[in-house]
């Protein structure tokens, strides 16, 4: 396993322990922030955790028939945390209301302690997923990086309630971290969706593709190009490439050329290419419409 499997395994493990400090401090001070913080603690483990399985299983090899292994499962583990987000900000946003004119007491020295043992615990866990690229990982990191700001409010939160007795603040403070987690909920929603709709990544479109292919050398024409992710590390395109008629040993060092200026540019990690000759491609034919190629499937 990698660097990045021993951080999560890390991160899981310490977020474990921040989960039952903050459980057994709700019971003692009543406070809905603190209990909000421990929500989205308890959806980040759930999150690394099935960031855990999905790396674990895109370890596995590709099959005949699952010719690109299990890497998606990531994405679906990714889609799952973000939708466990959104659920979790109306539930504490709903609660908040519900506490509004209610007489209720809280702890706040309860409070207090639990809010800095959990700002600790997030705090190991984000300088620990900082640097990683991976989309489970970095859904984990804002999930830390959400609970390490949730946990500074609570403590503000914990204060002004030891000193003034103004409960009302733990709503407020509530509602703030709902906010705050619909915030992170949007930005782990909007990846895994990118990936599962096959998008192009950010700044990988088809005129940028279609710009850095066609100043190789030996390039005469870029059409029918189509780049996705399979997750957040790998990247597929494929195109037609049109040149002059050459020896096929000719095309595959341009082919090289070509993977190389992908790679160093958009990071594509594979690439597949169709040459054609210049003048008498498919697409002179009309044949690279994507849409006849289904209608002429359905007739056959």
């Keep these: ?33 603190l209990l909000g913080d421990t929500g989205h603690v308890f959806s980040d483990l759930l999150a690394l955790g099935a960031s855990l399985l999905a ?26 945390n973000g939708v466990l987000l959104v659920m979790m900000a109306f539930f504490i946003a709903y609660e908040a209301f519900q506490r509004i004119g209610g007489g209720y007491q809280i702890s706040g020295l309860p409070m207090l302690v639990t809010s800095i043992i959990g700002l600790a615990g997030n705090i190991y866990v984000v300088y620990n997923l900082q640097h990683e690229e991976n989309l489970n990982v970095r859904s984990a990191f804002i999930h830390a990086a959400g609970d390490a700001l949730s946990s500074v409010g609570v403590i503000f939160g914990a204060l002004i309630i030891m000193f003034t ?25 909007r990846g895994s969706l990118s990936i599962l709709l096959e998008s192009a990544p950010y700044g990988a479109g088809e005129d940028k593709i279609t710009a850095v292919v066609m100043r190789i050398e030996g390039v005469k024409g870029v059409h029918d190009v189509h780049v996705w992710r ?17 020896e096929l040993i000719e095309t595959r060092v341009l082919s090289d050329k070509i993977e190389d200026a992908l790679n160093r540019s958009f990071s594509i ?31 056959h």
């Design 165 to 189: 007795g103004l409960y009302v603040v733990d709503v407020a403070v509530s509602i703030l971290i709902a906010v705050l987690i619909l915030f992170s909920a949007y930005t782990v929603l």
């Design 269 to 299: 990690t594979h690439t597949t290419i169709q040459f054609e000759p210049f003048g008498c491609s498919c697409e002179n034919k009309g044949k690279c419409d994507m849409m006849a190629h289904k209608k002429r499937s359905h007739k």
């Design 1 to 33: 396993m990698d660097e990045s499997f021993r951080s999560l395994g890390k991160a899981f493990l310490v977020s474990a322990v921040v989960l039952v400090v903050q459980i057994i401090g709700f019971y003692y001070s009543n406070s809905l922030a």
């Design 230 to 246: 399979t997750c957040s590390d790998m990247i597929f395109a494929m195109m037609h490439v049109e040149t002059d008629n050459v």
């Design 55 to 80: 790396m674990w299983l895109a370890y596995r090899a590709a099959t005949s028939r699952r010719t690109f292994g299990f890497h998606r499962v990531e994405v679906f583990a990714a889609l799952f």
